[in-house]
Every structure is written in structure tokens, then in C-alpha cells.
């Protein structure tokens, strides 16, 4: 009998993590033959292969090389590139993951050709639209004929929606998943310090720093590393450098403050060497959604340098606290840290690390109806 096939489509980092243990998932299952497609919108070579080796991810079975460019080109671009892929492997459904421009692009392509559209970290909402990814998260969930979800937050989010209720599965979080199975093989904050010739601090805190919210206005990012150089003055910051981060702040006019005590810049790091830098921290400061949950996992306290967060169990369940970008707040998070030794919260429901075999399960029953 002929396996039914699947597209699964990545485009960035954070979509390589989620979509791993959904890979083996299947491979483990062997009842669907799976298409891996790489838009390429996060195009450089080393940084995509070091992930897909620390995460056993098999190489894409097609690149669209899309590289840079706006939101809109971005999308377009892709959208153009992946429907012949899907006109050509004609699946039975495509596979979308997060809230990336990959991930809407896809998932326009596949309705429009009338294929079912999966989207694994469905109904997450910050109620911020001038982000960029509250879009492409609302839009995709229209779209989707599955949606898998991470926390019970998003079921009431997909049902004000009008999101029929035999769409949405309840399966936890593929991102835990990844990194509860490699926790075991992270590479060591020594390690990557002396990878990078930096010497090892006794102690430190850990930043990442991406949104353009934060890194695209110059006077906000000067009151920011304002924040990060008080804190460095007590404990070293650990900063892996984003490349378009790092040229906002050459723009900005602090790149010296890159080179100073306060800040141990480092270039990006892999998947293992920064599970490894997180898993030691002491506090780790982000605007990332994806290290708000990481950090919950691993019991790390985490100051979230935003106003929201679509991922609203860190902060009532797990280790993240709020502190948008105001020095003041910041300050005061830190020294409250200091003196309490910060949130350590639980791990939310679900999050065992069996999400992807949840997700295989609801799929192969639903693609077998289908037939």
C-alpha cells in the first residue's frame, strides 16, 4: 500500500529545533513518507548545517534559497518557489511550524492549492500586531486543518477565533522535546568560551537580543545596553551576536560597548553550545519566545525584554518575568533576583517531552480517515 506523503517545511532556526523530534517522530513510526523543504530564509550555510547536525536533522530534501529581504518580498519569494514543490510532490498535507515568514508563506501556498495545512505551535497570541509574527501566527491558524498546541492558553484563543474544536489537539511543546533529549549532550559553557578565547567567568548572565522592537530603534537600544552594562558591572553578560543585531548596533554607535568588560560578545552560537550557556546561567535576559520556554524547562530565571509575550505559561508557570526594555525595571528585576534568587517556576502540563509522538499519532489516524 502506498504511504501517504507530507511536506514539511523550515525555514529559520527556531524552526529547526521544533521540527526534529517531529522528524523522528515520524521515521519512528515509518507509516508516512516525509518531504523536508528548506525556504532558506535563514541562508547562512554554516550556521543551518551545525544545527541540523546537532539535532540529527537529515539534510532538506529541497532548498528554495531564498535568502533576505522584506517581509514581503520574503513571502512572496517563497510562496512563488514552494508551489511548484507542492504541484510536483502533491502531499497529502503540509506541515508548518511557528510564526516565521516561512511559515505563512507555506501555508498560503497550500491552501490555495486546496491541501491540508498542519501548523504545529498553533493559537499563541500576544495581542500585539505590530509584531511581525502575530500575523503570520493568526493568518497561518485560518489556514490550518490541524493545530497542534503547546499550552491551554491557545485553545481559547483558537475558539474565540471560531477555530472548529475537533481541529485543535492539546500535545505539548515540540521545543521541549528537542531539548530534553539533548540536554544530555550539550556542549559546556568552558568549552565554548575557550572555543571562542574568552575566559570563562566564574559567574554570568546570558542575552539574546533580536526583535526589531528593540534593536531597530537606536535610542532604545542605547538604554537597553545602558541595562546590560550596569548588570555586566556585577555579572558578566554573555551576548551571542545575532548578524543583523550586531549591525544595528555598529549603526547605533555602540559597537565599542561589544568590546568592553561589561558584555562578553560572542559570534552565534549552535544548538548544543547555547542549551549548554543557558543551562548554567545564572539569568538569562531575552526577547526571544523560544528561550522564554527553554528557560522555563531548565529552571533558569529569565528577564523578558518585552511588553507581552504570546506564551503566557512562562510567566504564570514557569521562570520568565516581563520587563519590557525600561533600564529602571530592569535594574529592579535584577536586584529583586539578588536578593530572592529568582523565579524557578514548574514545568507546564504536557511539557514531558513526548509532544512530537502526540502530534504523529493525531496525524496518522486523521490522514487515515482521509483516505
Sequence with gaps: MTKPVIICVVGARPNFVKIAPVLAAFAAHGGVDVTLVHTGQHYDRSMNDSFFDDLGIRPADINLDVGSGSHAVQTAEIMRRFEPVVEKVKPSA??????????IAAALVAAKMLVPVVHIEAGLRSYDRSMPEEVNRILTDQLSDLLFVTERSAIGNLRKEGIPEERIHFVGNVMIDALKHHRGHAIGSAATFAAAGVA???????????????????????????????????????FPVHPRTRRRIEEAGLGGMLRGPEIIALEPLRYLEMIGLMAEAKLVLTDSGGVQEETTAL???CLTLRENTERPVTVEQGTSTLVGNDPARIRDAVSALERAGGKRGRMPELW??????RIVTVMARWLEARK
Design 94 to 103: 503540509v506541515v508548518v511550524v511557528g510564526d516565521v515568514n516561512s511559515t
Design 200 to 238: 570563562a567567568p566564574s559567574a554570568y548572565a546570558l542575552l539574546t537580543l533580536h526583535r526589531p522592537s528593540n534593536v531597530d530603534n537606536p535610542r532604545v537600544l542605547a538604554r537597553l545596553f545602558s541595562s546590560f552594562s550596569d548588570i555586566g558591572r556585577k555579572l558578566p553578560v554573555v
Design 299 to 301: 529552571g533558569i530565571p
Design 352 to 357: 514531558d517531552g513526548q509532544a512530537a509522538p
